[in-house]
């Protein structure tokens, strides 16, 4: 039976340090915000930025909301996003993805300002993770480090697989492993014998969004196991992308979902606008 890796802990602990953070620099007279765009009614999104205003409220951060209509042009959100680069009490822009189809989210996305851009998306900031030199971090990836450190293990020379080649949490993922001297391979629906590379992996990151993919069978003895999916199953109930149940015999390490990936993502973000609002007043 494997260790929960408990992401709820260990986010309330990034998250208690970003809280002290913004104490401090509200005592040198810097206020810290966020803009959150929503564009349409997509509910799962809907749910994600309310826990994102609501993590913001807790920690001292002011957040602004703006929630616009699913026929949004892209005109309209290109003009919110460069009125919110040029507002200097906003620190961070964070445009939820997915966009409705009229509006291309690579334009939005390179519109972003790079220093306000907390989700890292921006073509600049990937070029830094890339070259390893970066100050923002990908949420979801950046999350998943942490978990991945919380049990101890040295990835140096360790396999890790990572399951999906999203631009969102595969590729920077794969990245911020290599950065770790970890031998990475990165398995995406063209991979020939997902099962065979997954069974190498020492440490398994899954990131593809199918309810179950990674089964007992494709895991090594004593790996760590995280799990990014967010899907509902037939009842409606959320459940990552690894069978959780199964998996955890086999395991030395796992994340649940909820409760594993998630809650890391939030205090990421958390963290990323305190280090845009410091690069912004010169503190960094
Ligand atoms: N949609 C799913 N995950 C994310 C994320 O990390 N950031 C944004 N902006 N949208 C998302």
Known sequence: MSRIIDGKAISAQVKENVGREVAELKEKGVAVGLAVVIVGDDPASRVYVNSKKKTCGELGISSEEY?????TTEEELLALVQKLNEKPEVNGILVQLPLPKQIDEKKVIAAISPQKDVDAFHAENVGKIMIGSYQMLPCTPAGCMDLIHSTGIDLTGKHCVVVGRSNIVGKPMAMLLLHENATVT?????TRDLKSVCLQADVLVAAVGKEKLITADMVKPGAVVIDVGMNRD???KLCGD?????????ASAITPVPGGVGPMTIATLMRNTVT???LQNGLL
């Open 67 to 71: 929630a616009l209509p699913a026929e």
């Open 242 to 250: 690894v069978d959780f149940a199964a998996v955890s015999q086999v």
């Open 234 to 236: 037939a009842n409606g």
């Open 276 to 278: 845009a609002a410091k």
């Open 186 to 190: 990165i398995c995406h629906s063209r």
